[in-house]
Nanobody
Framework: QVALVESGGGLVQAGGSLRLSCAAS????????MGWYRQAPGKERELVAF?????TYANFVKGRFTISRDNAKNTVYLQMNSLNSEDTAVYYC?????????????WGQGTQVTVSS
């Protein structure tokens, strides 16, 4: 089992920045990758960025966001710059862990990001 705790969300003005953090605990030794997804009201959850062997970004990131990972702290970060109102959403952390029978996704509770225009 893996527990994920997100932090760093909040209210920011358009053009501003936020840094999200997600700390993993529990069975972290078999985590293959970690990343961030987001879900806006009335929309489906979508990938923002993921880091495993490589970094993957959604097209809408457009160089504004940077994902990084500190393996010693079992923590993944999402630096978000040049935020706009379309970035308003609940941001969820995900860990992909290798289980004996396959891979399993673990999710955090989410952190709200609100961008005011």
């Amino acid at each position: 089992q893996v527990a994920l705790v997100e932090s760093g969300g909040g209210l920011v003005q358009a053009g501003g920045s936020l840094r999200l953090s997600c700390a993993a605990s529990g069975g972290v030794g078999s985590i293959n990758g970690m990343g961030w997804y987001r879900q806006a009201p009335g929309k489906e959850r979508e990938l923002v960025a993921f880091i495993g062997g490589i970094r993957t970004y959604a097209n809408f990131v457009k160089g504004r966001f940077t994902i990084s990972r500190d393996n010693a702290k079992n923590t993944v970060y999402l630096q978000m710059n040049s935020l706009n109102s379309e970035d308003t959403a609940v941001y969820y952390c995900k860990a992909l862990r290798r289980e004996p029978w396959g891979n399993k996704d673990y999710w955090g509770q989410g952190t709200q990001v609100t961008v005011s225009s």
